[in-house]
Structure formats: structure tokens, C-alpha cells
């Protein structure tokens, strides 16, 4: 069974910093593709950041300049690290895994719980 169990979240100030984690577990396909993903109160989750199987990685317009994402490959391990964090980042962060390039679209088969993260004014 896939299991993605992400970590990391949390309350900060604006112009804070966080990482965030995502351990992949029971996943056996020798090609993995991942993404974070965030959902604010009533909206479709949009991406954020992703990376596929080579390394190769995209960022939304959103993220872009202020976050990085990388991966640990022998620990199935997806970070992000998110700076300059503004109230409008308050959204439930979400990562993803497919064997398939998805990108930032939200096809992903695999999905984790997702991780809280609020910023104040």
C-alpha cells in the first residue's frame, strides 16, 4: 500500500521560512514523479511544485524565486522549502506521486494527507 505522509507544516509570520517533508512508503515502481500541491477553503488543489523521475523541476508562477524542491531518492523523500511567506500561502499543502510526468497537474494516482500551513500579518 502508497503511503504519503507529509510534515513540516505549521503557523509562521509573513516573510517566514518553512520546510516541508514528504515520505513516500510501499511504493514499488522503479520511475516516481512528485509534486506538492496546496488547497485553500473551498478551491481546487493547484501545484505548486513538481519533479520528475530525472530531477528535472517546475514551479508555479506562485512559488517561483521564492521556494525550492528536491528530493532525497534513496529515503523517497520530497522537500519544500517555502520563503518570503505571505498570508495568502494559508492553504493545506499536499504532495503526490505517479510513476507518469504530471507535473502540476493534479492527476497525480498517489496522495498524502496534506500539512496546515497558516501565515499571519
Known amino acids: 500500500q502508497v503511503q504519503l505522509v507529509e510534515s513540516g507544516g505549521g503557523s509562521v509570520q509573513t516573510g517566514g521560512s518553512l520546510t516541508l517533508s514528504c515520505t513516500v512508503s510501499?511504493?514499488?515502481?522503479?520511475?516516481?514523479?512528485l509534486a506538492w500541491f496546496r488547497q485553500f477553503p473551498g478551491k481546487t488543489r493547484g501545484g505548486v511544485a513538481g519533479?520528475?523521475?530525472?530531477?528535472?523541476?517546475t514551479f508555479a508562477d506562485s512559488a517561483r524565486g521564492r521556494a525550492t524542491n528536491s528530493k532525497d531518492s534513496a529515503r523517497r523523500t520530497l522537500f519544500l522549502r517555502i520563503n518570503d511567506l505571505k498570508p495568502e500561502d494559508t492553504a493545506m499543502y499536499y504532495c503526490?506521486?505517479?510513476?507518469?510526468?504530471?507535473?502540476?497537474?493534479?492527476?497525480?494516482?498517489?496522495w498524502g494527507q496534506g500539512t496546515q500551513v497558516t501565515v499571519s500579518s
Open positions: 503526490a506521486a505517479d510513476p507518469e510526468v504530471r507535473w502540476l497537474l493534479p492527476t497525480y494516482e498517489y
Open positions: 510501499g511504493y514499488t515502481d522503479s520511475r516516481i514523479c
Open positions: 519533479i520528475d523521475n530525472e530531477g528535472l523541476i
